[in-house]
C-alpha cells in the first residue's frame, strides 16, 4: 500500500481486490492505476472495489485538515460514508490490485449476516441518503452510481424484512421496497453494471418478493457450505 503511495504520489491508495474465505489466489501481475476523485467515488457506490474503509490507506494530514471522522448516528455503512467523503478531498488515488488483506466472509455471527431492519435495513437507506446530501462531487457518473446503490439498498432492506419475518411489521416499508425495486428497473438498465447483474435487475423488477427469498436461500446454504460470492 505504501509502495502504491510513493509511485502515485497520491493521498488515497486502494488495494482493489482481498483474500476472502473461498479465494486465496493471489493476483500475480499487479496493475497500478490512477484514478480521479470522481472515478473512485462511483466505483465505491457500484460498487467495483469493496466499500469499507480497510482495503484502502489515508494520509493524516488529509484526515485532519478536513476534520473527517466517522458519523456516530449511521448504524450501517458508515464506511462508506467515510471513504465517499474522504475521497472528494484527495488529489488522486493510487489504486492496485493485488491482494494484502484477508476479508472473511462467512461470520454468521457478523452485524451484517443476522437481518436487523432498524439497524442493517432502515439503517442503510439512511446512510445513502446521508451520502447523497453532502457530496460535494457532483457529476453525471456519480448520480446513475447514487441511483444503483439506493436501490441496493432498497433490496437489502426488503431482504432483512423477509429474513426477519417482519413483513406486518414494517408494513409500509416493506411495500415501498417493492415499488421502488420495479420503478427503478428500466433506468438502471443504463448504469455502468455487468450484464449478469442487469439480469439480476430484471428478474428482481419482475418479482421482488420471490428473487428476495431466492437470495435469502442462496445466502442460508452458502453460509453453511463456507461459499459466499
Not at 480521479?36 to 466499500?51: M, N, Q, S, V
Not at 472528494?88 to 431492519?117: C, D, E, L, M, W
Not at 457530496?135 to 446503490?149: F, G, N, T
Request: proline share 3%; net charge positive; aromatic share 8%.
Amino acid at each position: 500500500m505504501l509502495s502504491i503511495i510513493s509511485i502515485t504520489q497520491a493521498d488515497i491508495a486502494i488495494s482493489a481486490n482481498s483474500f476472502t474465505t473461498i479465494n486465496l489466489k493471489q493476483i500475480q501481475n499487479d496493475k497500478i492505476e490512477i484514478y480521479t476523485p470522481e472515478k473512485a467515488i462511483t466505483a465505491f457506490l457500484y460498487p467495483g472495489i469493496r466499500i469499507g474503509c480497510w482495503n484502502k490507506i489515508y494520509k493524516k494530514d488529509l484526515i485532519e485538515k478536513h476534520k473527517l471522522r466517522f458519523i456516530p448516528e449511521l448504524t450501517t455503512g458508515e464506511g462508506l460514508q467515510f471513504i465517499t467523503n474522504i475521497t472528494q478531498f484527495a488529489n488522486h488515488i493510487g489504486v492496485g490490485h493485488r491482494k494484502v488483506y484477508y476479508y472473511r466472509i462467512n461470520n454468521i455471527n457478523s452485524a451484517t449476516t443476522k437481518p436487523n431492519v432498524e439497524r442493517q435495513g432502515k439503517g442503510s437507506l439512511a446512510t445513502i441518503e446521508y451520502i447523497k446530501n453532502n457530496l460535494l462531487i457532483k457529476s453525471p457518473q456519480i448520480e446513475m452510481a447514487l441511483r444503483w446503490h439506493t436501490w441496493s439498498c432498497y433490496l437489502y432492506t426488503l431482504r432483512n424484512i423477509s429474513e426477519a419475518k417482519e413483513e406486518k411489521k414494517y408494513k409500509d416499508l416493506y411495500v415501498k421496497c417493492i415499488i421502488v425495486l420495479r420503478k427503478e428497473t428500466i433506468p438502471l438498465l443504463k448504469t455502468k453494471i455487468s450484464f449478469k447483474q442487469k439480469i439480476k435487475i430484471i428478474l428482481i423488477g419482475i418479482n421482488p418478493v420471490i428473487c428476495t427469498r431466492l437470495i435469502i436461500l442462496k445466502r442460508r446454504i452458502q453460509i453453511k457450505s463456507d461459499k459466499i460470492e
